[in-house]
């Protein structure tokens, strides 16, 4: 069974650019929750979805968006980029919001974005 | 304030040491996690608890619901174990982060 795949694992951006960062869940997860994992900060929750609807989002500025397909592939979309927004992005899938009460969630590798 | 805070920091063991690994949260939950983080950032997740005691080989979790904290118990740990563990609260809108214990298991 395919884990959670995330694209692309690295990538170098420049201070007021976009970026997009996809995430596809394990086959049959229809929740995936995105996360932001900094030295400073540790890990932050970003948003969640389930079954295309975004059900919570973090304490993060408007310039952090995302969207879930019907395949339930996610993608998150970050713009106007800062220096403060380098940081691993991680995504996890489980079947339900959570992982709760069913199973516990699956991470995928993480995207390290370093914005210049 | 954390919502979630976690004990000790760092922590380093001799191989076959008992290890354990205390979570304490503010918040109501649906849910603890337990992660564990090797360098290069992969996370996996060890435990999803909501009540009592979970095992897995030589991890063992616990939660206490009425205290709001749980340990993640490692016995006779191994240089393998050797990762950041990071606890997470799941409230059923979204998860708060313990800061994470780094965990050196010497040979």
């Known amino acids: 069974k395919a884990g959670v795949t995330q694209t692309p694992r690295y990538l170098i951006k420049t201070r007021g650019q976009q970026v997009t960062l996809s995430c596809s869940p394990i086959?049959?997860?229809?929740?995936v929750s995105w996360y932001q994992q900094t030295p400073g900060q540790g890990l932050q929750f970003l948003f969640e979805?389930?079954?295309?609807?975004?059900?919570n989002k973090g304490n993060f500025p408007g310039r952090f968006s995302g969207r879930q397909f019907s395949n339930s592939r996610s993608e998150m979309n970050v713009s106007t980029l800062e220096l403060g927004d380098s940081a691993l992005y991680l995504c996890?899938?489980?079947?339900?919001?959570?992982?709760?009460?069913?199973?516990?969630?699956?991470f995928g590798q993480g995207t390290r974005l370093t914005v210049v | 304030k954390n919502e979630v805070e976690q004990s000790p920091q760092n922590l380093t063991a001799q191989e076959g040491e008992f290890i354990t690994i205390n979570c304490s949260y503010s918040?109501?939950?649906?849910?603890l996690h337990w992660l564990q983080q090797h360098p290069g950032g992969g996370i996996v997740s060890l435990f999803m608890?909501?009540?009592g005691k979970k095992k897995h080989g030589r991890l063992i979790a616990t939660i206490n619901i009425q205290e709001k904290h749980s340990s993640l118990h490692i016995t006779a740990s191994h240089p393998r174990d050797s990762a950041v563990y990071i606890c997470?609260?799941?409230?059923?809108?979204?998860?708060?982060f313990g800061t994470g214990t780094s965990l050196t298991v010497i040979p």
């Open positions: 996890a899938s489980s079947l339900s919001p959570g992982g709760y009460p069913n199973t516990e969630a699956f």
């Open positions: 086959s049959g997860h229809r929740s």
């Open positions: 979805y389930f079954s295309e609807t975004q059900r």
């Open positions: 918040v109501g939950i649906s849910a």
């Open positions: 608890l909501s009540s």
């Open positions: 997470a609260a799941y409230t059923g809108n979204q998860f708060y």
